[in-house]
């Protein structure tokens, strides 16, 4: 059987690895960097650049060159996360027709499934130049909190790249069956992922080979690039006291202050202090302007302070619904770059009281994890196996706007439950069946998946007739529904795939473009 | 597979009927390494659908099994208190049966999905046309009477007294006292103090029974349940993580 490659599409970086010999192998790509920047520009001349060349003309280039596209993916143009987002990109975020966030770029809308595919395209050259073979199948981790339409995008983006996504796995999974493999003990680990969109927190029982995960929260807008937000701010607000000018309102400056705080960000991890030099950032009236200064680590954590607070609340609701105590767990797995900040390596401390695993790569261990997921699928380990979760309620909305959930958040997939609705009005002869994904009380605050109808019910009061709701969840988290009404049998089902907004022919249209 | 599962979630399993709960759970993660669906993920659709079904079913034995031996009392063990260990009239067997309706003792309504939320009769809000409603009267009551021959239930005194008997007997360390006490408190007043200390008294006999992973889901129970028991369940907990170490 042909290889399936495992591929960690990150926020900043994507990272990709085989397993060989059993053994998961993370792969260099051309520029001999073991990560690549998860970046795609466009030149004046149409030409696609991805990766480090990309990032490298992010100053001269910044209105076509699109960073970040994971924080897009599968969203709404009027989602309130993407307004806030919106604000701080150089680049344009635009309403498609069906009200998705894409990217302007040069006066060309994109998807954010096809910018990513790109980077999905890149990651499939890299490896097929390593082993020397076509590959056309993969297994792609997100975020574990990704909703069914993130994950669906994510599919139809492996798809334009050329690639058949295997199964779509969870991020802190994945580098628990890295680390796992590894380290083969019973055990239970806390897998702390902050990365540079999100953070994720899931906590696992290891068991002679199976991995199974006990719960999983997080938050889905808190990465690497909200705090570099906060130095950009600091250091914008600074030089607007001292010149009356804001920096942020021209996109060249706001670049290379982006540039600049992620550098210092990262110094900041090793040292106590960092200079910020940006020469003729500005032209002020009395000619150009700079912004030197020196940032000591003391000030970012201060400035960070409600970001680092926002990492406790998902931990501890994991916690509780995987009825540990902090003291049950072995093994705090530290994954995603912004962990190596010395600030949110005490946060974990503090909610776990154990120091974070040192002797993991928190950039590669994802994409590891992914290529031993593809082991698993191939039969090449057959010793181990994984059982994840659920990240989301799931349910139906009922009178009043409430959502009604049938399957709970943390429920380990692949499952089934039923649950049974009555009608709310006399002779009602069908009922308008809509599913919804999210944590909200309100039906409507929740992510909507799709409706369906079920007619020709049997004339009778409000209340009195029954329709049995069933839900089923596979372990890719394709959901089917069937309702019933009890007593006649009177069945309809649909399969809700979730969409991603494009259709099957968009896809096949840039699959064909891209594979040009 | 499918011959096992025709055979019921024990059989289905390969466990007896007096497996403990961690016998259990170990039997099921050995199979799912077998039938676990990303076993066959690259197979065709068909294979695919199937190996799903079946660890569907498998998944159900074993929550059936498992919830089963959860809810079993916990194993006799001394009694710190002296006298006869107190055994109510009519108990239930240890050994649940294998099939039908196990009476939940130790989950919430709220998080057994076969009970709709609010399926409290007479909620009837103002309604939008061709809406649905949760609700059902078909939904099992909490605790099915017929559990218990009938005679053989305790008059109840005062829910209040019997509670505050209980507490005593808690505080006393007298907990196979406070379980008699407790047992029929909880079939004729269910409230959620009353389960959730009934499920901490549980936790600690399991703790005292050496049956580490059966007292956490207690504990863990009994704090759902009443959140105000926090400090003594917590006090458990560390006991449980002790003996783990």
Redesign the interface.
């Known amino acids: 059987m042909a290889r399936v490659i495992g591929i960690d599409l990150g926020t900043t970086n994507s990272c990709v690895a085989v397993l060989e010999g059993g053994e998961p192998t993370v792969i260099h790509n051309q520029e001999g960097g073991r990560t690549t920047p998860s970046m795609v520009s466009w030149n004046a001349d149409g030409d696609v650049v991805v990766g480090a060349a990309s990032k490298r003309q992010m100053v001269t280039n910044p209105q076509r060159t699109v960073f970040g596209a994971k924080r897009l993916i599968g969203r709404k143009y009027l989602d309130r996360d993407v307004q806030q987002l919106m604000s701080r990109l150089p680049y344009a975020v635009v309403a498609a027709k069906n009200g998705d966030a894409w990217v302007d770029v040069a006066n060309t809308p994109r998807s954010p499934q096809e910018i990513s595919a790109h980077v999905l395209a890149k990651m499939k050259r890299v490896a097929e130049d390593y082993l020397g073979e076509t590959i056309t199948e993969a297994v792609v981790t997100v975020p574990a909190y990704f909703d069914d339409v993130q994950r669906q995008a994510t599919k139809d983006a492996g798809a334009i790249a050329g690639l058949t996504v295997r199964a779509i796995l969870n991020e802190p999974t994945a580098a628990a069956l890295a680390y796992g493999l590894q380290h083969q003990a019973n055990q239970r680990i806390a897998v702390f992922d902050l990365g540079g969109g999100t953070f994720d927190i899931s906590i696992l029982a290891i068991e002679n080979g199976v991995f199974e995960v006990l719960a999983t929260h997080g938050d889905t807008v808190l990465g690497g690039d909200d705090f570099d937000r906060v130095i950009i701010d600091l250091l914008a607000d600074d030089f607007k006291n001292e010149h009356g000018m804001d920096l942020r309102q021209d996109s060249v400056a706001l670049q290379r202050l982006k540039e600049a705080a992620e550098r210092a960000k990262i110094e900041l991890s090793s040292a106590m202090t960092t200079d910020v030099n940006l020469p003729f950032i500005a032209a002020g009236p009395a000619g150009p302007l700079h912004l030197m200064r020196e940032l000591e680590r003391g000030q970012l954590e201060r400035a960070c302070k409600t970001l680092l607070e926002r990492l406790d609340p998902p931990c501890q609701k994991a916690l509780a619904d995987a009825r540990c105590t902090p003291a049950d767990i072995d093994q705090v797995l530290l994954v995603g770059g912004m962990t190596r900040m010395p600030a949110v390596q005490e946060r974990a401390h503090r909610i776990f009281g154990k120091q974070g695993s040192k002797g993991v790569n928190p950039d590669e261990i994802v994409a590891m994890g992914a290529a031993v997921h593809s082991g698993i699928m191939g039969g090449e380990l057959q010793e181990v196996v994984l059982l994840d979760v659920t990240p989301h309620d799931m349910g139906v909305k009922v009178a009043g706007d409430k959502m009604s959930v049938v399957i709970q958040a943390n429920t380990s997939i692949p499952t089934r439950a039923k649950k049974v609705f009555a009608t709310t009005e006399d002779n009602q002869t069908f009922v308008a069946i809509e599913i919804f994904q999210g944590p909200n009380e309100l039906a409507s605050r929740n992510r909507r998946l799709g409706r369906f109808v079920l007619g020709d019910l049997r004339p009778a009061g409000r209340g009195q007739t029954k329709v049995e709701v069933s839900f089923t969840m596979d372990a890719d988290g394709i959901l089917e529904i069937t309702a019933a009404e009890i007593g006649t049998g009177r069945a309809a089902s649909v399969t809700i795939e979730a969409s991603s907004g494009l259709t099957a022919d968009e896809i096949q249209r840039l699959a064909h473009h891209q594979a040009r | 597979m499918w011959e096992r599962l025709a055979r019921g979630p024990h059989a289905a399993l390969g466990v007896d009927n007096a497996a403990s709960a961690p016998e259990i759970h ?1 039997a099921f ?2 199979l ?2 077998v039938y ?4 066959f ?2 197979m065709s659709p068909e294979i695919q659908k199937l190996s ?1 079904e079946t ?2 079913q498998l ?2 034995a074993y929550d059936q099994v498992s919830k089963a031996a959860r809810a079993r009392p916990p194993a006799a063990v001394p009694a710190r208190t002296t006298g006869p260990i107190p055994t109510r009239p009519g108990a239930p067997p240890a050994t649940p049966r294998a099939t039908g309706q196990v009476p939940s003792l130790t989950r919430t309504p709220a ?1 057994s ?2 009970l ?3 399926a409290v009769p007479g909620t ?2 103002s ?10 009267p ?2 099992p009551p909490a605790r099915p009477a017929t559990r218990m021959p009938s005679g053989a239930i305790p008059t109840l005194r005062n829910e209040e007294a019997e509670y505050a008997t209980a507490k005593d007997a808690v505080a006393r360390g007298a907990y196979q006292e406070a379980y008699a006490t407790l047992e029929a408190l909880v079939v004729q007043a269910p409230s959620s103090r009353n389960r959730g200390l009934h499920c901490y008294v549980r936790g600690r006999l399991f703790l005292a029974a050496g049956q580490r992973e059966d007292a ?2 207690a504990l ?1 129970d009994a704090k759902d349940l009443d959140p105000s028991l926090g400090s003594i369940v ?1 006090a458990a ?2 006991e449980v ?1 002790r003996r783990r170490s």
């Open positions: 170990h993660l050995e799912a390494k676990h669906p990303a076993k993920a690259r799903n660890f569907l998944r159900a998080s999905q076969s709709p939320r609010g009837r809000a309604t939008p046309p061709h809406g649905i409603r949760t609700g059902t078909t939904a956490r889901e863990f917590d907990l560390a993580q």
